[in-house]
């Protein structure tokens, strides 16, 4: 099995669980902050940031493994009407276009975004750490989106169905 036919089922049995955790993590948190705010009467103050921090982080990965498993919001009535080859070229462009996209705005706009935040020392006032933890998630999603598009575009050229989902 070649590396382009083994990626998408290491990606997905990487970010997937990856996912759940954060999930699992941040659905503690929210239930903790409710607990002390209302039980307690004094909500403890860094839940809310937590709960900001890895809802952003949850929503980049998310994005990742959507695309991976062929799960993400499109619009395929179009495509879908196109001869074989044709649809073949559509697949292609979308892949080169999502490509694209990841690499230049997620990876490299958002790893600048990274190193002004990580420059200029600006933490979360709660939590008390760099905020630039935070737009980590634009650069890594980013880099997992380019991979997923890659591992798609091979995928069409060696003449896969366009519909193979990626399946835990």
């Not at 990856?18 to 941040?26: E, K, N, Q, R, S």
């Not at 493994?65 to 009407?81: F, K, M, P, S, T």
């Not at 933490?123 to 798609?152: D, E, F, N, R």
């Amino acid at each position: 099995m070649t590396a382009m036919k083994k990626l998408p089922k290491f990606l997905d049995a990487t970010i997937g669980p990856l996912c759940a955790g954060v999930f699992v993590v941040l659905l503690l948190d929210v239930l903790w902050g409710v607990f002390t705010r209302y039980l307690l009467g004094d909500q403890a103050r860094w839940t809310e940031e937590l709960a900001r921090f890895l809802m952003v982080w949850l929503a980049f990965l998310g994005a990742a493994l959507a695309y991976l498993r062929r799960q993400h919001l499109g619009v395929e009535i179009l495509v879908d009407r196109m001869h074989p080859s044709a649809r073949r070229v559509a697949l292609l462009v979308e892949h080169g276009i999502v490509f694209l996209f990841a690499v230049a705005v997620l990876v490299i706009g958002g790893g600048e975004l990274f190193r002004e935040r990580f420059v200029s020392g600006q933490t979360m006032p709660a939590l008390g750490i760099l905020k630039a933890w935070q737009y980590l998630c634009l650069p890594v999603s980013g880099a997992l989106i380019s991979l997923v598009a890659v591992s798609h575009f091979a995928a069409v050229r060696a003449g896969a169905p366009d519909t193979e989902e990626v399946r835990p």
